[in-house]
């Protein structure tokens, strides 16, 4: 059957347009942009193992091609038939053989290679539908920065630059796999099991990555970063973490919201220091209405550029793309902001604040982003929702909320 | 007006109802009892025939009309023999032992029943398709073996996978190794036997595939008949104050146990009980350190293997919380020298402790 020409053109512009993608410079999570020393090793091989296999391609499409219209069908008769080609057959068997044998040296090397124990900072990674929680450990030391206390915190791992870092990988609920394709490969968190990967950023700045393990409803919408900063920053980043609690001032809208969020949020969410009318502290018990047992920290939510497993933005589009092309220079010192990067020294609102996601979020979590929350179609877990589910705010009391929650820095 | 056949059925059947009346009228109990439920079936039985032989004149046709000697049924082609009537008496008689029995087999007996419903139509229908037999047959086949062979093939493999399942839940290890071994040997020998000739004997095949097919069958029924083989569980932690925080404790787990062959790698950390006395973590990530502190996820499945280096047999016990809130779990006593696994989930920071071992605790964080 003859082909139109208007549709040869249309299939060859398509496959033009196919090619053209990979052209793509905003791609913050390009494998071929290597930005740590084991993205680089990991490149180092994949480069040249992409260069062959593309030559390889390109003579076997050329051959096909060639067979099919050298003999296309014109009418003519069948030509006669043969059966086998010693000679050939053991050219075409040796040669991808010998192709192979030659890859899987540097490629076994690689993987031994990757496995290094120089490590001068561990951190606790943990998946569960649909985010991740990192934790550093209470006493350790990480890049040369002490970590006197325990810090919990989701979405962006934040690590020293040019350090070896070490991350400790599980999940609490279903299988996961954790990846930042500038800074290494990928590894599957898998509950019960704890896996290692290894993460080096040369300098600062935040590479992008995703959830790449199949692992529910919202997977899309499982993302991550890290986030590498030079020694100092790490430190005041460290030290803000552990900074004490500030109370909302009394008879402020965050004062309100306070109280609003010890008494809607803080069964599931944690905020260090937080501290009941008795003086006791507010611990979250996530594992009475979660599945996973857990709930983002919320202790210094605005020091993070996004939120809900990384899927919005707590800052606006134009903080976000200033900030991603921020010199490794000046960047930690942008990024310590938070959602107040950017923001004259005399204002009294941060110019950054990406403050209608968080509105949207809180009127109605499920309706951004898909989850199991459905109280009618929780008999399998014994009511226990898989992310967070609607609370039926009221206007006011996300007005409260969201000025609280502002002050969490 | 009634042929002399079904005159006999109908007395027959007459007298077995008498009977059956006189029987439950004369004997205490016995209108629940084998003898009037056999007389009454008899009753049912003789009057049924005697219906059939009334309906077709007990297939003496000539006597009753001789032009339908070419035209009644008795004098049409017989219809070849067919397994299909059998089947339907099969389960008619399923739905009736169903019924006062298991509903199982009532719900077989309505497969069976169907089944062979739609054969034997089927199988009717297409006798008379055409007048060549060759032909009808093959309008048969043409209909009912996409339907058939699926069928058959699917029972046959249930009844293998069956077969085999019921094999190896009733074998023990040893048993097993003999019996597979064996029949792997007999495999082998065959495949050999078969293979040196150039065209094996249909009729060997044939047969040696059959004795295999009821062998393995034979062997599956008898073992699900004698039921599977004890397995016996082997626990390996426990969660009682008296076993995992007293020294000495008499009560042990299976120290052979391993709850998970896998879970003995990607281990959260190996903890160590020192010969000197000492309890120390080697954490994973942090390969030549020897720590006096865990940390763990909140409500994550933390796996770690105990190493018992002292002189006498130990367990690990993790305890976590505070009051109403702790939570115990410990491993079996493991003698000197040996390991074991212990998996659990925290909620709450805690302690992972040797009973009696003063000093040698490892704390437990959990963030």
Known sequence: ?409 | MFTTGSKLLFGASALSLVTALVYAWSTEGALSSAGTLGLLSLFVIFAFLGGVNYANRDCNVSSMDEAAVDTAAAAQRPGASSVWPAVVALGIAGLVVGAVSKPAVFKVAVVVLLAGLVEWMVLGWSERAGGDAAFNADTRRRMLHPLEFPVLGALALGAIVYAFSRLMLRLDKDQGRIAFGVVAALVLAGAFLFAGKRKPSKRAVLGISTVAAIALLGAGVASALQGQRSIDEHPTTRTDTEVCLQVGADEEIDADATQSVSATSNLVANIYLKADGSLVAHVSGYPDEARAQLTVPRRAQVNLLFHNESDEAQRLTARTGEGEDESLVCTAAVEEGDQAFLSFQAVRGGVLLVPGLVGGEIELLVP
Not at chain 1, 42 to 56: H, K, N
Not at chain 1, 96 to 111: C, D, K
Not at chain 1, 192 to 212: F, K, N, S, W
């Open chain 1, 1 to 409: 059957m003859l082909v139109k020409p208007s549709r040869r053109a249309a299939a060859a512009l398509a496959g033009l347009g196919l090619l053209l993608v990979g052209c793509a410079k905003d791609a913050p999570q390009d494998t071929f942009r290597p930005a740590g020393e084991n993205a680089r090793d990991i490149d180092g091989l994949q480069r040249p193992l992409f260069y062959v296999a593309g030559v390889v391609g390109l003579i076997v499409f050329a051959f096909i091609g060639y067979a099919m219209w050298k003999f296309r069908d014109r009418g003519q008769e069948i030509p006669e038939q043969s059966h086998g080609n010693p000679k050939l057959e053991i050219v075409l068997t040796v040669l991808p053989a010998v192709i192979l044998a030659a890859f899987a040296v540097p490629a076994v090397s690689q993987v031994f290679a990757l496995d290094k124990s120089d490590n001068e900072c561990v951190i606790n990674v943990t998946g569960q539908q649909w985010w991740w929680e990192y934790d550093y450990e209470k006493g350790s030391t990480c890049g040369g920065v002490e970590i006197p206390e325990s810090i919990v915190t989701a979405g962006e791992l934040v690590i020293p630059a040019d350090t070896p870092v070490l991350l400790r990988i599980t999940s609490r609920d279903v299988i996961h796999s954790f990846w930042i394709p500038r800074l290494n490969g990928k590894r599957d968190a898998v509950p019960g099991r704890l896996h290692t990967l290894r993460m080096h950023a040369d300098e600062p700045g935040i590479y992008v990555g995703q959830c790449t393990e199949f692992c529910g409803l919202s997977h899309a919408r499982m993302r991550q970063a890290a986030v590498a900063l030079d020694t100092a920053d790490f430190q005041a980043w460290v030290d803000n973490q552990l900074a004490p609690y500030q109370a909302p001032a009394e008879g402020t809208l965050a004062a309100e919201g306070e109280s609003e969020y010890a008494a809607q949020c803080s069964r599931c969410h944690q905020v260090n220091g937080l501290t009941d009318d008795s003086g006791n502290p507010v611990l979250a018990e996530p594992d009475q209405s979660v599945l996973a047992g857990a709930a983002p920290n919320l202790t210094n939510l605005m020091t993070r550029t996004a939120f809900a497993g990384w899927t919005f933005d707590l800052i606006s589009d134009e903080c976000r793309d200033r900030l991603w092309n921020e010199p490794s220079e000046t960047f930690g010192d942008v990024y310590l902001q938070g959602v107040w990067m950017y923001t004259p020294a005399d204002a009294t609102t941060p110019a950054c604040f990406n403050e209608l996601n968080l509105r949207e979020w809180l009127r109605n979590p499920p309706a951004m982003k898909p989850m199991y929350t459905d109280p009618d179609k929780l008999e399998a877990t014994d009511g226990l929702t898989r992310g967070m589910p609607n609370l039926n705010l009221t206007d006011e009391q996300i007005e409260v909320l969201v000025a609280y929650l502002l002050e969490r820095k």
